[in-house]
Structure formats: structure tokens, C-alpha cells
């Protein structure tokens, strides 16, 4: 117990001055890291999160999403919120998912959970579920290939909840952002980077959830702005997009390393 935030305290600081006497760095985020870790040169960020034309929906499609969405918002059938994650360890937020799904539904709100992952951790989330009078609303998918098996959960989907207690830069939430979903995730990593702070909640906190999930399924009026919004967003995460900034990085280096 005490040897791990030791090791912690000693890697950031180590991180730290790496960043500072580097000529130049790239980060995955596009300031959240930054500021942790300052570069002390010249420096990019691109992610390894890569989209194609195929991850991000077309304009008929989106038209189609959204039409789908107003059915749901509109009160005309039951709301599928998503989660995609490991369940081989606990950050993940699938257990504060559940509980802020109950005070939802005991709310009134009329709801399902289709979580998608798998792991140790599975068996305790179903009797949390269990426990809570909500097993028949929160469906256990397993482990789903990625690709086009996770693109049609998202299609099928209403809104992404990621409650994660810790992150870099999800590629659940980009992922989930290019297929039109809106999202409800918690205020960790470089997560404030992609949605807007009243769909944020604090890591842990299963009221301030269940309240933004409430509030982000009340936005009827708002919901093809989010949709759009949601998407474009994503497109900053392209192949051809990212790789400008990775051949700018190495071209950055290379006159570096010549003129050294």
C-alpha cells in the first residue's frame, strides 16, 4: 500500500522533467495533459484513436439517427443508454452506471443499460443490478468485437453513459461521438476536451449522474444539435486529420536533430 503512490509520485515527476527537457513532445490530449506534464519545447497532439469514413456517419444516416432519437425523446419508446469498457477492473464506471440508472427509473424515467465488456467484475455488477430491482433493465452483451459489431450497438443505442473514474482520451466516447450519440461521461482525463460541461459529472458521484442523465433526456428540442455537434466533433479524430500533425511532429524532429 505504501510502495504504489510512491512509484506514482516518482513516474509523474519523472514524466515531468522528460516533458521539460525534451526539444519537443507530442501529447494525445489537447491540453489536459499538458497540463500535468508541461512540455518545456515546441509541441502537437495527436491520439491514437483513428477514424475512417466508415466509423463516422454519413449525412443520411444522421438524418436517420436523429429521427430514431426524437421517437425515444419524444416519449414513444423506452431510452437504451450504452457503456463500453473492460470489466477486469472497477474504473470503468459500470457500477456507478447502474446506480444512477435505478434512481432514474424510480424517478420515472422508463430506461434500459445494454453494457457491452466483459471480466472478473462482471458477476458483481449483475447483483448490484440485482439488487438494486433492476436486473430486466440492464442487458450484459459481453465482449463485442470491434468494428462493425460495436458501431450497430452504438446505431442502437440513445445515449452513451461513461462513467469512468479514470481516463487519458477515451476512444469509447469518440467512437460513440461519430455515430451521432450523444454523451453523459464524467469530468476525468481529456473527456472536458470532447463534451460540454453540463454533460460532465464529477468521477463517482452517482446523483450528480443521474441527474445529468435526466437532464441530457429532457433536451427534446436540443437533440439534433447535440447529434451534430457530437459528430463533427469526432472528425478531428480522422486518419488524415491526425496524420498531419504526426508528419509535423517528425519533421519538427528531423530539423532538430540537424541543427543539434
Not at 509520485?9 to 501529447?27: G, K, N, P, V, W
Not at 456507478?96 to 424517478?107: N, P, Y
Not at 469518440?174 to 482525463?189: N, Q
Not at 445529468?212 to 459528430?231: F, H, P, Q, S
Request: net charge neutral; charged share 30%; proline share 4%.
Amino acid at each position: 500500500a505504501f510502495v504504489k503512490p510512491v512509484f506514482k509520485a516518482l513516474f509523474s515527476r519523472m514524466q515531468r522533467r522528460q516533458c521539460q527537457e525534451a526539444a519537443a513532445a507530442a501529447y494525445v490530449t489537447q491540453s489536459y495533459l499538458q497540463a500535468k506534464y508541461p512540455p518545456g519545447g515546441w509541441s502537437t497532439y495527436y491520439s491514437s484513436i483513428e477514424l475512417c469514413e466508415e466509423d463516422i456517419l454519413t449525412e443520411a444516416e444522421l438524418a436517420e439517427k436523429i429521427r430514431r432519437l426524437r421517437e425515444a425523446f419524444e416519449g414513444k419508446r423506452r431510452f437504451v443508454l450504452c457503456h463500453a469498457g473492460t470489466m477486469a477492473a472497477r474504473y470503468k464506471g459500470q457500477e456507478i452506471l447502474i446506480e444512477a440508472a435505478a434512481k432514474c427509473i424510480r424517478r420515472g424515467l422508463d430506461l434500459e443499460v445494454v453494457l457491452m465488456g466483459d471480466g472478473k467484475f462482471r458477476p458483481l455488477y449483475e447483483q448490484r443490478a440485482a439488487t438494486l430491482g433492476i436486473a430486466e433493465r440492464v442487458r450484459f452483451l459481453g465482449n463485442v468485437p470491434g468494428g462493425e459489431a460495436v458501431r450497430d450497438e452504438y446505431d442502437k443505442a440513445d445515449v452513451l453513459v461513461f462513467p469512468s473514474l479514470t481516463e487519458g482520451l477515451p476512444r469509447v466516447v469518440i467512437e460513440a461521438m461519430a455515430r451521432g450519440l450523444p454523451c453523459v461521461a464524467s469530468d476525468v482525463g481529456g473527456i472536458p476536451e470532447l463534451l460540454e460541461d453540463e454533460f460532465l459529472a464529477r468521477p463517482g458521484d452517482v446523483e450528480e449522474l443521474a441527474e445529468r442523465i435526466e437532464y441530457m433526456l429532457g433536451r427534446t428540442e436540443d437533440i439534433g444539435w447535440i447529434v451534430k455537434r457530437n459528430c463533427e466533433k469526432s472528425k478531428e479524430y480522422k486518419h488524415n486529420v491526425l496524420n498531419l500533425r504526426r508528419i509535423e511532429f517528425y519533421e519538427r524532429i528531423k530539423r532538430i536533430s540537424q541543427h543539434s
